[in-house]
């Protein structure tokens, strides 16, 4: 074995061990949905509830699925509606319940592939500054919100990304 060979499998041996000793904050798994027709990356396990809510005056039941690391929140919910037309009010009502739901204000919009990515900023129940980033959008009579949801100072480009961009429908 040459000095380079060797300096070089040093190398990779205290790489390996420096990232077995770290226990990372997210373990990203494969979820897909039973009820709706999707699948993402989730930081956690993820647990599902379904309830009744009223969506612009359409009462639908509701999936929520959803992972939480250190206070933050990862979900995604699904609702079929019985009118594929009323779909796009909806998606409307979705983003404002979530924003409203902070007591916040929105700080960036746009649309992308035919959904509404929303940023916004509020407080929690408690004063707790909150951030919310989400994806909302609809296909046929299914609506969705993709919402990751918690204190700012833990959120960072690449976890949001990571979760908004694994976002598939299928």
Same mark, same amino acid.
């Given at each position: 074995?040459? $000095?380079?060979?060797?300096?070089?499998?040093?190398?990779?041996?205290?790489?390996? !061990?420096?990232?077995?000793?770290?226990?990372?904050? !997210?373990?990203?798994?494969?979820? +897909?949905?039973t009820?709706?027709?999707? %699948?993402?990356?989730?930081?956690? $396990?993820?647990?599902?509830?379904?309830?009744?809510v009223?969506? #612009?005056?359409?009462?639908?039941k509701m999936?929520?699925?959803?992972?939480?690391? #250190?206070?933050?929140?990862?979900?995604?919910?699904?609702a079929?509606l019985?009118? %594929?037309?009323?779909?796009? /009010?909806?998606?409307?009502?979705?983003?404002?319940?979530?924003?409203?739901?902070?007591?916040g204000?929105?700080? $960036?919009?746009?649309?992308?592939?035919? %959904? !509404?990515?929303v940023?916004? +900023?509020?407080? %929690?129940?408690?004063?707790?500054? /909150?951030?919310?980033?989400g @994806?909302?959008?609809? @296909?046929?009579k299914?609506?969705?919100?993709?919402?990751? /949801?918690?204190?700012?100072?833990?959120? #960072?480009?690449d976890?949001?990304d990571?979760?908004?961009?694994?976002f598939?429908?299928?």
């Open positions: 074995m040459t $000095k380079h060979t060797l300096h070089k499998t040093c190398a990779v041996l205290a790489t390996a !061990f420096a990232l077995a000793a770290c226990s990372p904050k !997210f373990d990203w798994r494969d979820f +897909r949905s009820d709706a027709p999707y %699948a993402i990356m989730m930081p956690g $396990k993820a647990a599902t509830h379904t309830r009744t009223n969506l #612009d005056g359409q009462e639908v999936t929520m699925s959803a992972s939480e690391v #250190d206070g933050t929140m990862f979900a995604v919910g699904t079929e019985p009118d %594929a037309a009323k779909a796009a /009010l909806a998606v409307q009502a979705m983003r404002l319940a979530m924003v409203r739901n902070i007591n204000t929105i700080t $960036k919009e746009s649309t992308k592939n035919g %959904a !509404f990515e940023e916004a +900023r509020g407080t %929690a129940a408690n004063g707790t500054p /909150l951030a919310m980033h @994806r909302f959008l609809s @296909r046929d299914r609506v969705y919100q993709v919402v990751m /949801l918690g204190n700012q100072k833990h959120f #960072d480009a976890t949001v990571t979760f908004l961009s694994s598939k429908l299928y």
